[in-house]
């Protein structure tokens, strides 16, 4: 997957726990944990915009491209 | 929502208890055919028996002349048989007519009439000297290959039964316990489908070779060894006897499936959706 979620390292910048994000934001610790770990395979507009509001950052911040050589078409 | 939770509940305890009689009613007749030299067990009367043979789908044709005019006179005698559909030979036709000018003819009239009872008051004449018409043949064979398929043909129907019961049973106990798509129904169902469509071809492939080896079975009325057209003819051509209904429905199930499928990785993208 050429999309990598950062938000560990945006929780870590804000000195957050993941239930306490989870607990603000509104979703189960589960599935901030499959959104953690890259297993998710989608995210919601509004669960991002609740992420940014409250580590006070941006979609970029915490969504990160990186190019997958295995993707790349011939 | 509640009201196909209760139709699934009630759907499961029916395939439930048909996949229960059905191996009930089964091993039965599998145990009688084993170890009973008798079909009757008391009021209880297994079908397929070694004792009788086991049954062979066949069409059976009856051919039948509607009337048959016996004829004698001093030096000579002979009968004309008249069939509905049946061309009436031209000197047979005339000899017909001038029967009735001849005075010393002893004549006897013989009619076969088919009749649909009980309505006798008002029987019914058939239009035409011929029947036709779907049955089963019970046949015993010397050849032990035919005898195996013959065994065979008649338990298939009961295993396909009873197998197609405990999918269903299965699949109708997972949506109960949770009313959404599952990789267990999707596969359940694909072995349903292959089960009608496989065990439908299979039959049509020893209907074929039923049919290659009996060819054609029939009854027929002999005089003195010789065979007489004013008798009643009877045929057992060995029927094909394919479903299509069942192969239209196995390969449909397939099709569901596969639409199963889509659903089930469209929920699994959706539960994994943050």
């Known amino acids: 997957m050429p999309i990598l979620v950062n938000l560990d390292v945006m929780l870590a910048k804000r000195k957050m726990k993941s239930n306490e994000l989870a607990e603000q934001i509104g979703i189960t610790t589960a599935n901030l944990s499959i959104l953690k770990t890259g297993k998710a395979k989608a995210i919601r507009f509004s669960t991002l915009d609740a992420i940014c509001k409250v580590l006070n950052c941006q979609p970029g911040d915490i969504l990160e491209f990186v190019e997958d050589n295995n993707d790349v078409p011939e | 929502m509640n009201n196909s939770i209760n139709l699934v509940k009630v759907l499961k305890v029916l395939f439930r208890a048909a996949f229960l009689l059905s191996i009930v009613v089964g091993g039965v007749v599998l145990l ?17 028996h070694h004792s009788a043979g086991y049954p062979m789908p066949v069409i059976v044709k009856v051919d039948f002349p509607d009337s048959i005019i016996s004829y004698k006179y001093p030096g000579g005698g002979g009968s004309i048989t008249y069939g509905k559909g049946r ?3 031209v000197y047979m036709k005339e000899l017909s007519d001038s029967l009735s ?98 065990s439908e071809l299979v039959k049509v492939a020893m209907h074929m070779i039923f049919r290659s080896y009996w060819g054609l079975a029939r009854i027929t009325t002999l005089n003195n060894g010789r065979f007489v057209s004013s008798g009643v003819d009877l045929s057992f051509n060995p029927n094909l006897d394919v479903n299509w209904l069942l192969i239209l429905l196995g390969l449909s199930v397939f099709v569901l499936s596969a639409l199963l499928k889509i659903g089930y990785n469209l929920e699994q993208e959706n539960q994994l959706t943050i």
């Open chain 2, 101 to 198: 000018m001849l005075p010393n003819v002893e004549k006897d009239v013989i009619t076969n009439e088919a009749r649909f009872y009980p309505e006798e008051a008002r029987a019914l004449q058939l239009g035409y000297s011929s029947l036709t018409t779907d049955g089963y043949l019970y046949f015993r064979s010397q050849n032990l290959f035919i005898t195996f398929l013959m065994v065979l043909h008649t338990y298939l129907s009961l295993i396909l039964f009873a197998v197609c019961f405990f999918q269903l049973w299965k699949i109708f106990a997972s949506l109960e316990r949770s009313f959404s798509f599952h990789v267990v129904i999707i596969k359940r169902l694909n072995w349903l489908g292959a089960l009608l469509v496989l």
């Open chain 2, 32 to 48: 009688m055919d084993i170890f009973s030299t008798d079909r009757n067990i008391g009021s209880f009367y297994s079908n397929a």
């Open chain 2, 87 to 89: 061309e009436i030979d």
